[in-house]
């Protein structure tokens, strides 16, 4: 059978394939049948901030940062994230202590029914780490496949202004 | 759920992946970004051979070409500043107008090139700016014309026979001044009505040589020669882009055999087409 370097072969025993993940900076280890998608796997492993909407890669309720890029959660097979890092809403914040871009996200009002919101922070995350002095251009750029139904978007783009503007002051006062 | 999947291989070098793909025939299939493919796996597939870890993830230009990995993102295109300087950024914009801003972070060159569906921006710019891309079986490297590559035959042996490795664009592209547009219903749709690219090496206030494409409108990109030929030595002005717009919407016709549900493309290709070479003219 194939031989492989690196990440090497996952190879299914009794349908099941065993992944290691580091997700939200700790590694787990996890049993998954080898056609399961990550979406699935991460909403039965409990990490629920994952949404599943479209199923289909349209609409970015389930987008999680993988390495760090934002990636759609129900287009990818939970085996391709093995030893690779994954961060979810979860791993972001608290109720208690929100993360300054879930603070701003409160703040400006930019919550409606809220489905949406968890994949509108990571990509509001991954641009912000990226790029820490968006223009509002680049914020609805960045954001363009994050659908959200109840708004016009615009609070949600006042909400990543507002995040950038105060991580950029955090870490000008450090 | 797929369950006809038994293992996942992730080969660290494209000769690796590509006699993995060749043992195993119709049983795997490759995935890079993993934008299509991962919803749309035949039945047959039991190994999945991913190619995240592949080392082809480069930008970069010598003397005889612009090369860049098949692993590359869509979004480290749009991003690059070497493609931003490269005829006149024309990759950069034509990979900034591709869907939205996740698909571009999942999506990669050579799945873009790979899975070449009328409507991936990257194929008819690759082909306006003569690139070649560079495919392994394994055993041997095989660079291959992007005119060739989208023929249906070749097309169905990338990801089945060959891995594509990298694209290389001649470094005489470098200076030509191009252009990239796309009539869509929104900017984030990745269908296109017509997607047209222009590139010309100019000399003299003249063109001494021009690319015309347009894709989406033909199941593949398509270069237009007439429209080329209306504007090979002709002072680059309003006059000669009108004239090769008339002719790329001729050809355009004729190549669609004039089907009604193709016309608007057809007009819509023309205006492009002229406005892209206005643009690169002035460029």
Not at chain 2, 253 to 276: D, F, I, Q
Request: glycine letters at 8%; one cysteine or more; proline letters at 5%.
């Amino acid at each position: 059978m194939a031989k492989t370097k690196g990440r090497g072969v996952l190879k299914a025993k009794d349908g099941r394939i065993a992944i290691t993940v580091n997700i939200n900076g700790r590694e787990q280890a996890w049993t998954v049948a080898p056609g399961e998608y990550l979406l699935d796997v991460l909403r039965r492993e409990g990490y629920k901030g994952v949404k599943k909407g479209c199923d289909n890669g349209d609409c970015g309720t389930c987008t999680v940062l993988l390495d760090g890029k934002p990636v759609l959660a129900c287009m990818m097979f939970a085996a391709q994230a093995h030893r690779r890092a994954l961060l979810t809403i979860e791993g972001l914040g608290t109720p208690d202590k929100p993360h300054p871009i879930q603070q701003a996200f409160v703040e400006t009002g930019a919550v409606q029914c809220g489905f949406c919101i968890p994949g509108m922070v990571l990509a509001t995350k991954a641009l912000l780490d990226e790029n820490p002095d968006p223009d509002e251009p680049a914020v609805r750029r960045a954001l363009d496949g994050n659908l959200c139904r109840c708004t016009g978007y615009v609070k949600q783009v006042e909400a990543a202004l507002l995040a950038a503007k105060r991580l950029k002051a955090c870490k000008g006062g450090e | 759920m797929k369950n006809n999947i038994k293992q996942f291989c992730f080969p660290t070098s494209a000769k690796e992946a590509a006699s993995l793909i060749n043992r195993l025939k119709s049983k795997a299939v490759v995935v890079a970004g993993g934008t299509r493919l991962s919803r749309a796996l035949l039945p047959t597939v039991e190994t999945v051979v991913d190619l995240a870890d592949l080392p082809l993830k480069h930008i970069k230009a010598d003397k005889r070409s612009l090369r860049i990995g098949a692993l590359c993102s869509i979004a480290e295109l749009e991003k690059s500043p070497l493609l931003a300087q490269w005829a006149g950024g024309v990759i950069a914009k034509a990979a900034s107008h591709w869907s939205n801003a996740l698909a571009r972070s999942m999506g990669t060159v050579g799945g873009n090139v790979a899975r070449a569906h009328p409507h991936n921006n990257l194929p008819p710019v690759f082909l306006a700016l003569d690139a070649v891309a560079v495919c392994t079986d394994g055993r041997r490297e095989k660079t291959i014309p992007f005119a060739q590559l989208l023929e249906p035959g070749l097309m169905r042996e990338l990801g089945t026979r060959y891995i594509v490795v990298e694209v290389r664009v001649p470094a005489e592209t470098r200076t030509w001044s191009a252009a990239c547009a796309r009539l869509a219903l929104t900017k984030t749709s990745w269908e296109a009505y017509t997607n047209c690219v222009v590139a010309v090496d100019r000399k003299d206030g003249a063109a001494r040589r021009a690319a015309v494409v347009i894709g989406s409108v033909l199941p593949r990109a398509v270069r237009l020669a007439k429209a080329e030929a209306a504007l090979a030595g002709k002072p680059c002005g309003e006059a000669s882009a009108r004239a090769a717009a008339a002719a790329a919407v001729a050809e355009l016709e004729a190549l669609t055999g004039r089907a009604e549900a193709k016309a608007y493309a057809c007009r819509t290709s023309g205006v492009l087409v002229r406005r892209c070479l206005m643009e690169a003219f002035q460029g």
